[in-house]
């Protein structure tokens, strides 16, 4: 039994208001502020297990982690008790590591160790030897922990942990067994029955039709023997089941056969449904059942792949999944089900029918590159949200809107950190793997910032600046200006914002709209108004390579393995080019959409029109929304140049309400930002 307390919160906000009890509603108010459990969301539960990693001693995580297991754990049988312990086992061990490879968290790294020496639950003892070994990413007993994959795996297992027994919390308080929304849930029974007496109806108007066939049939067989011997079903039936059936004009079936055939059908189905039943408990594995994680090895290799789907299963909810056994069971039975209630001739009841091949169609289900486990949505925003970046080092999300206000803020408790207002801004920008600062692009000068005193650390005048971009590792930020239509590109050192060189990207009368560094920052990819678009060798100032296309270009950015160049044009259009072949151009929105890149992907947030949305829905992919962030694969074998947006499309990450004005990927999280002043924020998960 799944439950929600929104509706009950807002109806305890309701009759406190009513009652005038002002001190009880403040102390409402601050305890739904202050919630920690999150009215029992197991994502936000799970990212924010994770922030206190990152963030906190190992003393408030372990407290907030038996506040939980007190809270829910400790209501169920002792198999997910012990579950339960096993996960605070890993945490406290996946808690030393990511403290022992950060530097500036070693004081945290030895008060946990300390705390951990009289916990008399850790048995491990090896693990107090960390800090002497010598490579330990290589060593047996800690080198899973060092892995990536093995922190994603553990996040899907903890959300579908939580997935699993917050739904089935017994016995639940009186106000949610009885929601206040209890009157729309009968309103909605009483819709499905209308609709399905209005379908029984019709099949029994069906029934009485076929019947009086039947008895024509047997009327003319004596008078007309030499008619055909069948006739077609009728066309409504046969689009219904998308199959031919023909009813006999020499054999008859009376009342009796006819309610055996229904009984059966019936039969059929309740013991398909009971087979989807008992597949359930099969398919939603909710957690690691190893005793060690040692069972994670290697992310690049096959044997991690193959254990990670026997350990790890996808992620389902718990009321509507099902194996892909237990559908295939279920279609091939109602398949034959269909075939037993057809009356076959004579002629025909030897033959053997070949199988049809469908195309895909909605309700089938597409294997998925990514796992969306979690969705929230920021809505500080008054405006359009412009652009916004995430921090590969924390929780922090830095975004910025058409009113020029930029706030910083926290993606797992969605609360706003700082804002500042600056009415000159054209972009930000800040160092991938550092957030302790962000540069402000303004239209005269550069701008760096403290995010924890809001003060301005360091300025410099850039005038005619239109776009500029940081680097990861070199010390370098890179700004676009256009003075005296001249473009080129300005080389600031980031802790000073001091000059430190010049390039001359081309002498033409254009303006630099885009700009993107590669990730070995060796190259600059720059965007021109007049759809140039120039591969640049920033300290040799030396121009390597030109590419056209016919309007503005909007953005554009290298792939990951800096193999292909993309660039998304005003003209809605994105091209990808390999060296000077351009390898695809397609249309991807209406308007100009905007694009992220990470490993092998590429997201487009976009706003498609009615055909394309159709087209997608067709091919299985979940997009619901004419606004949506679509992924595709940045390479492909082999490559067609005119393939179309609608058959490019791999899946859909996002379906939103307004248009999308902004994307950017970092890690785990996809953020989208939108016209009406909304970030929504998708936890992704590998599969």
């Given amino acids: 039994m799944s439950f929600t307390t929104t509706a009950v919160d807002e109806a305890i906000n309701e009759y406190l208001t009513f009652r005038a009890f002002e001190k009880t509603l403040q102390a409402f108010h601050k305890e739904l502020a202050d919630d920690q459990l999150f009215s029992f969301k197991p994502g936000l539960i799970v990212n924010h297990v994770f922030y206190l990693m990152d963030n906190a001693e190992l003393k408030e995580l372990l407290h907030y982690w038996q506040r939980v297991e007190e809270r829910f754990s400790a209501k169920h049988d002792d198999h997910l008790v012990s579950s339960s312990l096993r996960f605070e086992t890993y945490l406290k061990k996946l808690f030393l590591i990511r403290s022992f490879i950060n530097s500036s968290r070693n004081q945290q790294f030895h008060n946990a160790l300390s705390f951990l020496s009289s916990d008399a639950s850790f048995q491990d003892k090896e693990w107090f030897a960390l800090p002497y070994t010598s490579e330990p990413e290589k060593s047996h007993t800690f080198r899973s922990y060092f892995l990536q994959s093995f922190v994603d795996k553990l996040k899907l297992s903890l959300f ?31 819709i499905e029955f209308e609709k399905l007496k209005t379908e029984n109806e019709r099949m029994t108007l069906e029934l009485e039709h076929y019947k009086q066939l039947e008895e024509e049939q047997s009327r003319l067989q004596s008078t007309l023997p030499s008619l055909p011997k069948t006739v077609s079903a009728p066309k409504q039936l046969q689009n219904d089941h998308d199959t031919r059936a023909t009813f006999p004009l020499s054999h008859t079936q009376n009342d009796s056969d006819l309610q055996q055939s229904t009984k059966g059908e019936d039969g059929n189905l309740r013991s398909t449904e009971g087979r989807m039943d008992s597949t359930l408990e099969d398919a939603f594995v909710m957690y690691p059942e190893t005793s060690s994680p040692d069972v994670f090895e290697d992310s690049t290799s096959e044997k991690e792949s193959m254990e990670y789907k026997s350990t790890f299963p996808s992620l389902v909810s718990s009321s509507t999944r099902v194996s892909k056994e237990s559908l295939h069971a279920s279609s091939t039975t109602k398949q034959v089900t269909l075939e037993s209630t ?21 309700s089938e289900r597409r294997r ?25 080092r924390s929780s922090r999300v830095l975004s910025y809107d058409a009113s020029h206000r930029i706030l910083l803020w926290d993606r797992s408790t969605l609360e706003t950190l700082h804002s500042w207002n600056k009415p000159d801004l054209l972009d930000i920008a800040w160092k991938p793997n550092a957030d302790t600062s962000f540069y402000c692009l303004l239209k005269s000068s550069v701008e760096k910032i403290s995010t924890s005193t809001t003060a ?232």
């Fill in 456 to 687: 301005i650390m360091a300025s410099a005048d850039i005038e005619c600046a239109t776009s500029f971009c940081c680097t990861r590792d070199n010390n370098w930020l890179f700004v676009a200006t256009n003075k005296d239509e001249s473009p080129m590109i300005v080389c600031l050192t980031q802790d000073t914002l001091e000059r430190d060189f010049t390039v001359i990207v081309q002498k033409i009368q254009s303006k630099i709209t885009s700009i993107s560094v590669n990730s070995q920052e060796t190259l600059l990819c720059v965007g021109m108004e007049n759809g140039d678009l120039f591969i640049v060798e920033p300290t040799k100032s030396a121009l390597l390579l030109t590419l056209k296309v016919d309007s503005p270009i909007n953005s554009c950015i290298f792939s990951s393995d800096q193999r292909y160049v993309f660039a998304l044009s005003s003209d809605g259009k994105l091209s990808q080019w390999e060296g000077k072949k351009l390898r695809r151009q397609m249309k991807v929105g209406i308007k100009v959409p905007s694009m992220s890149v990470q490993g092998h992907y590429i997201v487009i947030g976009t706003e498609m029109d009615t055909e394309v949305v159709n087209s997608m829905q067709e091919r299985g992919v979940p997009v619901s929304s004419k606004h949506a962030c679509i992924l595709l694969r940045t390479t492909q074998d082999p490559f067609v140049p005119d393939e179309s947006f609608s058959h490019s499309a791999i899946s859909c990450l996002s379906n939103h309400q307004t248009q999308i004005s902004c994307v950017c990927w970092g890690g785990d999280y996809l953020l989208a930002g939108d016209c009406g002043g909304h970030v929504t924020v998708t936890t992704l998960v590998s599969v």
């Fill in 342 to 362: 057809l009356v076959v001739s004579p002629s025909q009841s030897s033959t053997t029918s070949a199988p049809v091949k469908r195309p895909r169609g909605k």
């Fill in 368 to 392: 998925e590159p990514f796992m969306k486990i979690g969705k929230e949505i920021f809505e500080e925003h008054k405006s359009r949200v412009c652009g916004c970046l995430i921090s590969q």
């Fill in 160 to 190: 579908n942990f939580f997935n699993t027994i917050i739904p089935n919390i017994h016995p639940l308080p009186i106000l949610l067994q009885f929601p206040p929304h209890q009157k729309f849930h009968d309103s909605v029974t009483r």
